[in-house]
C-alpha cells in the first residue's frame, strides 16, 4: 500500500513563504549582528528583542501557510509572555550592574570575580 | 500581497534603525516601531489576538521598561557620546551591506519549502480552543514564568533597597 501523496502548498503560498523566510532571516541577522558588535547591556537586550521579533513573524507566516493560523497565534502569545518575563529580570540585573560598576558596559563584567 | 511586502521592507528597516540609532533611546523607539509593524502584519495574516498582544506588551509595556532604565543609568559626557557616535558609524556601515548580500543569495537560492502539508484547520479551532484544549500545558508554563519574573524582580528591588 503506498502512503497518500500530502497535498503540497500554492504557488502563492509558496512566494509567500520564500518572501518572507528572507525576511525573517535579515531581520535574525540584524540582531544577531547587534548583539556580537556591541558591549552595552541595554543593546544587547534590544538585539535579542529583535532575534524574537523574528522568530514571531516566522510563526506567524508560517501558521497562515500551513492553515493553523490558531495554534500559531497561541505559540506567539506564550512566546510574547516568556520574552516580557525575560525583559523584566533582564533590565533588573543590567540595572543592578550599572549600580554595582556604574556602567552597563559588558567589559566590565570581565573584572568580576566569585 | 505587496502590502505585505512593503510592510516586511519597512520592518526590515526599522529593525536596522533599532541596531544602529546613535541614541539608545531612538534604538528604543525604533524597537517599538518594529513592533507596531509586526502587528501590522499579524493583522493582514488574520491573528489579531496574537497582533493585539504584541502591540500592547511589545509595542507599550517593553519600551516603557527599557525607558525607564535608562533614565536610572548615568548620562554620557558630550566628548564620549561623539566618540560612541564615531565608533557606532564605523561598526554598522557594513551592517546594511551585510543585509543586501544575504537578500540577493537567499533569494537566488531557490529553497524547496514544501516541508509540510497544509492541513484544513477543523471549523471551530480559535485561539482560546487551542490554548485550553491543544496547549493547556503552555498556560500553566506561562504562568510560572511570570511568577519567576515578579519573585526575581521582587529579590532585585530588596538588593537596591539594601544598597541605598
Redesign the interface.
Known amino acids: 500500500m503506498t502512503p497518500e501523496a500530502a497535498p503540497a502548498f500554492s504557488a502563492d503560498t509558496v512566494r509567500l513563504i520564500s518572501i518572507f523566510g528572507i525576511g525573517v532571516v535579515l531581520v535574525l541577522i540584524t540582531g544577531l549582528y547587534s548583539i556580537i558588535t556591541t558591549r552595552n547591556l541595554l543593546r544587547v537586550l534590544i538585539g535579542i528583542e529583535i532575534l524574537a521579533k523574528s522568530v514571531t513573524l516566522l510563526l506567524i507566516v508560517v501558521g497562515y501557510a500551513a492553515n493553523q493560523i490558531a495554534l500559531a497565534q497561541a505559540l506567539v502569545i506564550t512566546l510574547i509572555i516568556i520574552e516580557v518575563a525575560l525583559m523584566v529580570v533582564a533590565i533588573g540585573v543590567v540595572l543592578c550592574v550599572h549600580r554595582t560598576t556604574g556602567s552597563i558596559d559588558a567589559a566590565v563584567l570581565r573584572e568580576l570575580k566569585g | ?1 505587496t502590502l ?2 512593503v510592510l ?2 519597512v ?2 528597516l526599522f ?2 534603525m ?2 544602529s540609532a546613535p541614541r ?1 533611546l531612538w ?2 523607539i525604533g ?1 517599538a516601531a ?2 507596531a509593524v ?1 502587528t501590522i ?2 493583522f493582514q ?3 489579531p ?2 497582533g493585539v ?2 502591540l500592547s ?2 509595542a507599550g ?2 519600551p516603557a ?2 525607558i525607564s ?2 533614565s ?3 548620562r554620557l559626557s558630550p566628548e564620549a557620546v561623539a566618540e560612541r557616535k564615531r565608533e557606532k558609524l564605523r ?2 556601515a557594513i ?1 546594511p551591506i ?2 543586501i548580500i ?2 540577493v543569495l ?2 537566488q537560492l531557490h ?1 524547496v ?2 516541508f ?6 477543523s471549523g471551530d ?3 482560546r ?3 485550553w484544549t ?2 493547556h500545558a ?1 498556560l500553566i ?2 504562568l510560572v ?2 511568577l ?2 515578579v519573585f ?2 521582587v529579590v ?2 530588596k ?2 533597597r539594601r ?1 541605598a
Not at chain 2, 509540510?116 to 484547520?121: D, F, I, N
Request: charged letters at 10%; hydrophobic letters at 65%.
Open positions: 500581497m505585505d511586502v516586511l521592507a520592518l526590515v529593525a536596522l533599532t541596531v539608545i534604538s528604543v524597537l518594529v513592533s509586526l502584519l499579524m495574516f488574520n491573528a489576538i496574537a498582544f504584541e506588551v511589545c509595556l517593553i521598561i527599557f532604565a535608562i536610572l543609568t548615568r561598526r554598522f551592517l551585510i543585509l544575504a537578500g537567499l533569494s529553497l519549502l514544501n509540510a502539508p497544509p492541513v484544513p484547520e479551532a480559535n485561539v480552543t487551542v490554548m491543544v496547549r503552555d508554563g506561562q514564568v511570570l519567576g519574573g526575581a524582580v532585585l528591588i538588593e537596591f544598597d
